[in-house]
């Protein structure tokens, strides 16, 4: 695909993922994403068959970005713990953030029927993240700035503690420092020394 047909992909979703954010997985239509990316239905269609097809390759990006950057910068020697700060300010931001989650749009996309009984693919990028998170804190513990862990139960604390908080944001108030004391404690669990940086 040339970059003209990169970039206007790149554009429908970001269109979409703010239109799944906001309205949720089952009630974007393929003509709201046309009408917010200004596009023609063929226009549209050119690129994506559906809906679907939109969100998975949105949810597919999310992981892999996270994921190569974390693994890029491992092979470049960062330090475990600048690292894991970046990863854990980013998620405190988006905690925070309710307008711009997708964990109504990510319950309502992996329940459809026909998508979970296919195969599942939420289940594919949990193991993925997994492995990603695993390589990380074996990465820290190697260098001596992690602490001896259970680091599949450290992973499950970070995914589920950070994806609870951005599903009840879409449904309550959230108080600034629920994310803030949750990234304290991970940090502490993590981390030798604990504490804030």
């Given at each position: 695909?040339?970059?003209?047909?990169?970039?206007?992909?790149k554009?429908?979703?970001?269109?979409?993922?703010?239109?799944?954010?906001?309205?949720?997985?089952?009630?974007?239509?393929?003509?709201?994403?046309?009408?917010?990316?200004?596009?023609?239905?063929?226009?549209?269609?050119c690129?994506?068959?559906?809906?679907?097809?939109?969100?998975?390759?949105?949810?597919?990006?999310?992981?892999?970005?996270?994921?190569?950057?974390?693994?890029?910068?491992?092979?470049?020697?960062?330090?475990?713990?600048?690292?894991?700060?970046?990863?854990?300010?980013?998620?405190?931001?988006?905690?925070?953030?309710?307008?711009?989650?997708l964990?109504?749009?990510?319950?309502?996309?992996?329940?459809?029927?026909?998508?979970?009984?296919?195969?599942?693919?939420?289940?594919?990028?949990?193991?993925?993240?997994?492995?990603?998170?695993?390589?990380?804190?074996?990465?820290?513990?190697?260098?001596?700035?992690?602490n001896?862990?259970?680091?599949?139960?450290?992973?499950?604390?970070?995914?589920?503690?950070?994806?609870?908080?951005?599903?009840?944001?879409?449904?309550?108030?959230i108080?600034k420092?629920?994310?803030?004391?949750?990234?304290?404690?991970?940090?502490?669990?993590?981390?030798?020394?604990?504490?804030?940086?």
């Amino acid at each position: 695909m040339n970059k003209r047909g990169q970039e206007t992909k790149k554009h429908i979703k970001n269109c979409a993922c703010s239109l799944f954010a906001e309205k949720g997985f089952k009630q974007v239509t393929m003509k709201d994403i046309c009408d917010a990316a200004r596009l023609s239905r063929g226009g549209l269609y050119c690129h994506y068959e559906s809906t679907r097809q939109i969100f998975q390759e949105i949810i597919d990006d999310m992981t892999s970005e996270q994921d190569n950057a974390i693994d890029l910068r491992m092979e470049q020697n960062h330090s475990a713990v600048a690292i894991l700060d970046d990863i854990l300010h980013k998620y405190e931001n988006e905690m925070l953030d309710s307008q711009s989650s997708l964990s109504i749009a990510i319950y309502e996309y992996f329940s459809i029927g026909d998508i979970a009984n296919q195969r599942n693919t939420l289940y594919e990028q949990y193991l993925v993240s997994a492995n990603t998170w695993k390589k990380l804190i074996q990465y820290g513990m190697d260098r001596h700035e992690f602490n001896e862990v259970n680091i599949s139960a450290v992973f499950d604390l970070i995914v589920f503690s950070y994806q609870g908080v951005r599903m009840y944001s879409k449904l309550m108030p959230i108080d600034k420092e629920t994310p803030s004391g949750i990234i304290k404690e991970i940090r502490k669990i993590l981390v030798k020394g604990g504490g804030k940086p």
